[in-house]
């Protein structure tokens, strides 16, 4: 109600109030009808106001995200979100969103948020300069980017623990890295993405790997920057040709317990494990 730009002057005060991130509530999608979607939408300043929880129990005033979409199905075309104090945009619960042309961008936290069974689907989408990560992914969920830009955001451009399908997009300007994934679902990046000016130009990797996985050679290394990875009890972890893995003084690779590693480099395509600076 503080933004004079669209409306004229709603809460009557002039210049005295200006608006700001969690001015209000935001949208609540919970088990709504599969026709919902948003065109050519706006949505900012979001953060703080009546939630209610997956139950339909209302939780009162309190923290909120910019978009909330909970065991629902979304399209979004041309959609905006920016500048709250919370995520920008969350999927849980078997959240469905397909996506053209949203951004979400300056929020506090991290742009987009993908948990519990969900999915997103998105082309030529724009997560930028958020205080979080750009995008997060957990261990349940999957989303696919087309022509995505990912720049400018505090930490990981995308932080995934779960499912990533990425074409044609370029992750620039990010806090920590590029992009941080699991030894055993890595998203394949040589699929023409433009990985630059991030302070790590990596895949960085870390956790435990209990299943038999694969590191293609794909050009872009795999970094060993903040954590151990673990091959343990049932895990194969096979590193082909070409692969770059390089690390710090953070990072190790341990097999253990049963564990196994198996390095396939050639002659004319070596695997390489080196040093960060190198």
Do not use: C
């Amino acid at each position: 109600v503080k933004d004079d730009s669209v409306g004229g002057d709603t809460n009557n005060d002039g210049s005295a109030s200006q608006p700001g991130t969690g001015d209000w509530g935001g949208l609540q999608f919970i088990r709504a009808d599969s026709g919902s979607q948003l065109a050519n939408t706006m949505i900012r300043y979001t953060g703080i106001g009546p939630r209610y929880r997956n139950d339909l129990a209302d939780l009162g005033a309190t923290d909120t995200m910019g978009i909330e979409v909970i065991s629902s199905t979304l399209t979004l075309n041309n959609v905006s979100v920016s500048s709250g104090s919370n995520q920008q945009m969350l999927l849980a619960e078997g959240g469905v969103v397909g996506s053209v042309n949203t951004a979400l961008s300056y929020g506090t936290d991290s742009g987009l948020t993908v948990a519990a069974h969900s999915f997103w689907n998105g082309f030529e989408d724009r997560f930028i300069g958020n205080r979080n990560d750009g995008i997060r992914i957990d261990e349940t969920s999957s989303a696919t980017l087309t022509h995505a830009l990912i720049q400018g955001n505090q930490r990981y451009g995308i932080l995934d623990n779960g499912h990533l399908t990425i074409f044609g997009s370029t992750l620039t300007a990010n806090g920590v890295a590029a992009h941080q994934d699991t030894p055993a679902n890595l998203a394949n990046f040589d699929t023409g993405n433009r990985i630059y000016n991030n302070t790590l130009n990596a895949i960085e990797v870390r956790g435990t790997l209990s299943q038999s996985t694969v590191w293609p050679g794909q050009g872009l290394a795999y970094a060993l920057t903040s954590g151990r990875v673990r091959v343990d009890t049932g895990g194969r972890l096979t590193i082909q040709g070409g692969a770059i893995i390089k690390g710090n003084r953070n990072g190790s690779l341990a097999v253990v317990s049963g564990g196994q590693l198996v390095s396939l480099g050639t002659s004319s395509s070596p695997v390489v494990i080196t040093s960060v600076k190198d």
